[in-house]
């Protein structure tokens, strides 16, 4: 590991302690809290991913689903996708916001994920038995591989991907995710297959597009960083979102993704209210108040309120 990197981890070792605690790390993000998750229907428990806006997705539903009357319990931070789609199957979790082109690729490497249109009835053909995926928001996030502005103008002036790769002499680091390690549509795989672009030996494992990653690329701690697309941060620090010219990473509308026992007329009418009403606009100002540390629950009352679905 060279110097740079060797530096990141240990600079970065007690945030991401701090980050875990904060989050109840030590304890089992699946552990059931006692009430009824099962198939009654009078209950549904809502999950989220191991980043900030899967956290407060989740708990806008939380919140509009108990406004409508219904009993929600939460087990947020759960982990991965390869985790929580588990935890759906196996009645964990009842419902779970999530992103329809990564879906989809997770659960058939070889779709076809450059039509938008299409990637809902692929996904009806995809899903397990037991699950189903709701209308998707026209907000979307999907993943996008940044770097400062001095490191692209230092290279000739990067403005996509593949100039990224024309440039790198072999030393350019790269933050990212632990699934990014072995992801073939979306992660170092792909990148080395569609931009011919090894990384493997010059990663470091950081957050999926969260403060760490973010905190690495600005102080050059590492050279590229992969953040969220809706991500206020990105302006805000003026860095330089690389155009994904071979597109590997795909559409990713915001769509609720439920156990099909709990999807009734009520909870599915609650749920594609607040996909109809989310914007990219909304989606990018609450990131940027969880950026701020506002906290995730008056985010998310705050929105619904917004929208009158409080």
Known sequence: MNTKM?????????????GLTACGGGGDPLANDGGDSGGSGESITVGSA???ESQLLATIYSQALSGAGMEVQEQLNIGSREVYITALEDGSIDLIPEYN????????????????????????????????????????NTNTL??????SEKHGGLETISDLVEADDGS?????????????????????????DDFSDRYETLDG????????????????????SS?????????VALEDDQVIFPPANII????SDKASDEVVDVLNEVTAALTIEDLMEMNGRVNAGDDLGQIASDWLESVDLA
């Open 50 to 52: 191991d980043f900030a």
């Open 231 to 239: 991500d206020p941060a990105i302006a805000e620090n003026d860095l």
């Open 256 to 259: 609720p993704l439920i156990s």
């Open 146 to 151: 940044v770097v400062t502005q001095e490191f």
């Open 6 to 18: 060797k530096g990141l981890t240990a600079g970065l070792a007690i945030s991401a302690l701090l």
């Open 172 to 196: 350019f680091t790269l933050a990212g995710p632990p699934e990014w390690k072995t992801r073939p549509n979306t992660g170092l795989p792909a990148i080395e297959e569609s931009y011919g």
């Open 101 to 140: 082109g990564y879906l989809l690729e997770e659960l058939d490497p070889e779709a076809d994920t450059s039509d938008r249109d299409a990637i809902a009835g692929q996904l009806e053909e995809t899903l397990p038995d037991g699950l189903m995926a709701l209308d998707p928001a026209s907000a979307e």
């Open 209 to 228: 597009g969260g403060p760490l990653s973010l905190s690495a690329v600005v102080n050059g701690q590492v050279d590229v960083a992969m953040l969220f």
